[in-house]
């Protein structure tokens, strides 16, 4: 073998482990890629799982804002009838000459087993609705913001008794804690 065909064996054999190296290197990163696509996968079908709750969760609070406004709407009624009927009263019209505000069916059925006192919830609801509207005209008072600053000179504490014989400041004047305690010394 002549040196040009060993030069060149080695020089292959260099390629070839040169190429191999590039090989391992570029399998670990479409071993990666794969691993990253498979939890990008994973993340894809937990966001869509959410987007399922989220859609639920609307779903539910659709169904409470419908069932929250058919409340209220009652609820606006029965605050009308109650205003007619108060505005009645304030001109001085008998309460029985008014025309009955319009209740709901289950309001009908209720009242008409005797679970509920119509006439005494509008009363009720009346007196409210009038301490409510009278207190709305009148402005309420705001009370005054407290002051932190300090008007007079800051007050002298006095040192009670127990504390002039525990740290020694007239010894001569009365004797020891401990001695008058029964304590050893």
């Not at 073998?1 to 040169?18: K, P, V, Y």
């Not at 399998?27 to 939890?39: F, I, P, Q, V, Y």
């Not at 319009?102 to 119509?118: K, T, V, W």
Request: glycine share 8%.
């Amino acid at each position: 073998m002549s040196i040009a065909a060993l030069g060149l064996n080695l020089l292959l054999a260099a390629l070839l482990l040169a190429a191999l190296g590039v090989g391992f290197r570029l399998n670990g990163r479409l071993k990666a890629l794969r691993d990253s696509h498979e939890g990008f996968a994973r993340a894809v079908a937990d966001l869509d799982a959410a987007a399922a709750r989220a859609e639920q969760g609307l779903a539910d609070l659709r169904a409470a804002t419908d069932e929250a406004a058919d409340e209220l709407a009652d609820r606006i009624e029965k605050a009308r009838a109650l205003t007619a009927r108060l505005d009645r009263q304030m001109q001085g019209q008998p309460i029985a000459a008014a025309a009955p505000a319009p209740a709901s069916p289950g309001l009908r059925q209720a009242a008409a087993r005797g679970d509920i006192d119509l006439e005494a919830d509008v009363e009720r609801v009346a007196h409210r609705l009038g301490a409510l509207l009278s207190g709305a005209r009148e402005p309420r008072p705001r009370p005054e913001p407290e002051r932190f600053v300090r008007s007079g000179p800051a007050p002298t504490r006095v040192r009670p008794a127990f504390e002039d014989e525990l740290f020694g400041a007239d010894e001569g004047a009365r004797p020891p804690l401990k001695s008058v305690l029964g304590g050893r010394r």
